[in-house]
């Protein structure tokens, strides 16, 4: 069992913890991630953030990919590469001069 205060007592293996509770108790969010729950992190009640494992995260993702393009530029085809695309815009500009 977690040593954090696990609200789900029908054995579903979250817990949920406050952004403030957060910064004091990594350590011990952490250990219950590596034993599989999840943490819940919440702010003025509110869910906003899960943390879960690289696994669990991996699995539920069904994407396996380190550096997937996100948000806006998912569609984009240019950025099947992210990290050529990266190296072509840092090339810089040749100088005018």
């Known amino acids: 069992m977690c040593t954090l205060a696990n609200t789900n007592s029908m054995r579903t293996l979250r817990v949920e913890l406050t952004a403030k509770a957060l910064r004091s108790q990594v350590a011990a969010a952490l250990a219950c991630v590596e034993r599989g729950e999840t943490v819940i992190i919440t702010y003025r ?52 001069g």
């Open 45 to 96: 009640g509110k869910p906003r953030a899960r943390l879960v494992s690289v696994d669990q995260s991996a699995q539920m993702d069904g994407n396996e990919d380190p550096m997937p393009a996100f948000g806006m530029w998912q569609d984009r085809d240019d950025m099947a590469d992210v990290d050529a695309y990266v190296r072509e815009v840092r090339k810089g500009r040749p100088l005018v």
